[in-house]
């Protein structure tokens, strides 16, 4: 049986199959039913239909027949608004039908989605706090671990591996920030929009708004039934979290290649190879990598889907929840691996400290400390620059050169200039807010901290 027989007759079966999206949106039993129990206790205040008691109770007891798997969600039907309608008039027969006055699919679909996307976003959001803290407590932990920057993956600058992973904390805070503006955005109900011009039926939005958790209704009902525009925000959120595990990533296997060896990760992380028995691989960073592509991936198919409708619902929109199911459930799981791999990989300190030793990232406090005795930063540029091709041409560090040899590029140079080269004594200098500085490294990380402590969502 369809929804629209009396009018439209013989639908062919493979139509209904085409266009079927109970095999997706069937995930979303749970908000359809909470829907249809607001809006029916508004009827009944409303005195729009009787019996709304009778309804309420046997929708509960559907939730829970569902849940308990009495009730499988295996028929051949339209969709879940669909099936819950059709399992509540199948029990209690004309009473039933009645829970359909002055609503539509169009708007039930919107205020479903809405409450499973509020509910998801939560636990994303509490997902992302809780790397956030495993990144923080790895921060502390290795606080006096050195490690060179990069920039254009070419040595940089000495740095601590602290300063390196807290910049993907500060990401990730960033991300919550995201998380909440989308949930703050898409907060008002559109239920009451009906089809798509509202009812002449005396309904109470505030109330179902209310009782949906939602802060007000929408405001007009043709935006109320076309918008996705919460689905996009939250894709793009959920595309810019993957984008910052992907580039941690990035480097985690970079880190943990035989090049590197800054880090080692556990086993448990890791598969072999099956010809190479030497080989140890990080598929977990490098699938999380490349599930990235596939969230971006549906961020446009969702952007492309709603490119040219005109106003207000148009059927194209079923196609929304296979993206934003599949987006949600990748970065939950990326999240929970993510973290768990980082959690229990190990640091190679001396491997951090070796590579600060060869690659002249200590060139710049050289600069510095000559433009400190008033001679302008490009020429001070330009004396470092010869004393690195120096050092290259006799295979010398910076701090292995003689003074005689500074002395010959400048006369400026003292004896003091070995501690200014200092690795240790170049991060210890870095005075700068941000900087990695141990001083400053415990204020980033009181920074996020307190952030994560007070995130409320
Ligand atoms: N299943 C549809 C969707 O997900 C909702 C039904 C609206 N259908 C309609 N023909 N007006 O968007």
């Excluded at 359809?32 to 709304?52: R, T, Y």
């Excluded at 070419?154 to 807290?166: C, D, K, Y």
């Amino acid at each position: 049986m369809s929804l629209w027989e009396g009018h439209l007759e013989d639908i062919d079966d493979d139509v209904m199959k085409f266009s079927q999206s109970f095999g997706i949106d069937k995930r979303l039993y749970r908000e359809d039913i909470e829907c249809s129990i607001a809006h029916v206790k508004m009827l009944g205040k409303q005195k729009i239909i009787k019996n709304s008691e009778e309804i309420i109770d046997e929708l509960k007891k559907i939730l829970s027949d569902i849940e308990s798997g009495k009730l499988k969600l295996d028929l051949l039907c339209e969709d879940i608004h669909t099936f819950i309608e059709e399992t509540l008039t199948k029990r209690l027969g004309n009473v039933g039908k009645r829970i359909h006055t002055a609503r539509s699919r169009n708007d039930q679909v919107a205020v479903d989605l809405k409450l499973y996307i509020k509910k998801q976003i939560r636990e994303i959001s509490n997902l992302v706090c809780s790397l956030i803290g495993t990144i923080s407590n790895i921060a502390k932990k290795n606080i006096n671990v050195l490690m060179p920057s990069y920039t254009h993956l070419q040595r940089a600058q000495p740095s601590s591996f602290s300063h390196h992973i807290l910049a993907y904390a500060f990401m990730f805070k960033r991300d919550l920030t995201r998380l909440k503006n989308c949930l703050e955005n898409m907060n008002e109900c559109p239920l009451g929009a009906c089809a798509c011009t509202g009812t002449s039926y005396p309904i109470d939005r505030f109330f179902v708004s209310d009782e949906l958790g939602f802060s007000k209704p929408t405001d007009n009902s043709i935006d109320s039934v076309s918008d996705r525009d919460f689905a996009l925000e939250l894709l793009s959120s959920i595309s810019i979290v993957m984008m910052h595990l992907s580039r941690f990533s990035e480097e985690i296997i970079l880190w943990s290649s035989w090049e590197f060896k800054f880090i080692s990760l556990s086993d448990s992380y890791c598969t072999g190879s099956s010809i190479m028995p030497q080989k140890k691989n990080p598929d977990m960073a490098e699938l999380i990598r490349g599930k990235t592509g596939k969230v971006y991936g549906n961020l446009f198919a969702m952007l492309t889907i709603m490119k040219g409708l005109p106003l207000s619902y148009n059927r194209d929109m079923q196609e929304d929840k296979e993206q934003i199911f599949e987006s949600i459930d990748t970065v939950k799981d990326c999240l929970i691996i993510f973290e768990r791999m980082i959690k229990t990989m190990k640091i190679n300190p001396e491997n951090m400290e070796k590579f600060l030793k060869e690659g002249f990232v200590n060139a710049t406090d050289c600069a510095d400390y000559l433009a400190k005795k008033e001679i302008p930063f490009r020429d001070a540029y330009k004396v470092t620059g010869s004393i690195v091709n120096l050092c290259i041409s006799k295979n010398k560090t910076l701090e292995e050169l003689d003074l005689q040899d500074y002395k010959k590029s400048s006369d400026l140079f003292e004896e003091d200039i070995f501690d200014t080269i200092n690795f240790e004594n170049c991060v210890k200098n870095r005075t700068s807010y941000g900087s990695p500085k141990k001083s400053s490294i415990l204020n980033q990380i009181k920074i996020i901290n307190s952030f994560t402590k007070k995130y409320q969502i």
